[in-house]
Structure formats: structure tokens, C-alpha cells
């Protein structure tokens, strides 16, 4: 049996987790590439431009996919390497939880606001 197989199986759950959130937001960027495309067909026009972020928004969120199943892989490992120690460590509040959180809003709070430019335009 898996010494710690609790912790273990915990930590898997977790990484899981965000391997999903990095896959949708992956398939959102994808999703917002079309829109655009859709929404430059639809109207006819070609909508003024509103930055780089927003001009590349689906590859921005391709990136950011990216770099959130890094650092979710990086947690993991560490994490796994926490439970095999086998002392008593205390929960800590790590910067990256944050990060992540606040880069998830980002991302809907831009998705928004390229939605509402496109559809004004």
C-alpha cells in the first residue's frame, strides 16, 4: 500500500483540477478566436483594434493555459515531496492560489469586455 495514500490521492484530485481549468481555458481562447471571426463575418467589417491583448486574445489564453499547467505542475511535485517527508508541516498560503484566482478573473472580465467591443462595433 501507498504510504500517506490519502494525502496522496488528495494532491492527484487537486492537480487534476487544475489540468481542467488550464484545458478550458485553452478551449475558451479557441472559442473567442472563432467569435471574432464569426463576429468579423457577420458584421461585414473589420472592427478597430483595441490593443494586442484583445487582438490576440485567443492565443493570449492559449499562453496563459499554458503557463497555469506549469505552475500546476510544479505544486504537485511539490507538494507530493511535502507528504513523503512525514513531519508535521502547516498549511501555508501560497502566492500562487492567488495569482491563479486573479488571472482566471482577468481572463473572464477581458473576455467580457471583447465580447461587449465586438458586438457595439
Not at 494532491?11 to 484545458?23: F, G, K, Q, S, V
Not at 504537485?76 to 502547516?90: N, V
Not at 486573479?102 to 472580465?109: D, E, F, N, P, Q
Request: aromatic residues 10%; proline residues 2%; glycine residues 6%.
Amino acid at each position: 500500500m501507498i504510504h500517506h495514500y490519502q494525502h496522496h490521492a488528495a494532491n492527484e484530485r487537486t492537480y487534476l483540477a487544475w489540468i481542467r481549468t488550464a484545458l478550458s481555458i485553452a478551449a475558451f481562447g479557441f472559442i473567442v478566436d472563432k467569435f471574432s471571426l464569426w463576429a468579423n463575418a457577420a458584421l461585414g467589417t473589420e472592427p478597430k483594434h483595441v490593443g494586442f491583448l484583445f487582438d490576440h486574445a485567443g492565443f493570449s489564453m492559449l499562453i496563459i493555459s499554458l503557463i497555469v499547467l506549469v505552475g500546476s505542475t510544479i505544486r504537485f511535485l511539490m507538494t507530493s515531496r511535502r507528504i513523503d517527508r512525514e513531519e508535521d508541516l502547516p498549511w501555508r498560503y501560497d502566492s500562487s492560489d492567488i495569482l491563479l484566482g486573479i488571472s482566471l478573473v482577468g481572463i473572464a472580465l477581458a473576455a467580457i469586455v471583447l465580447m461587449l467591443h465586438v458586438a457595439v462595433d
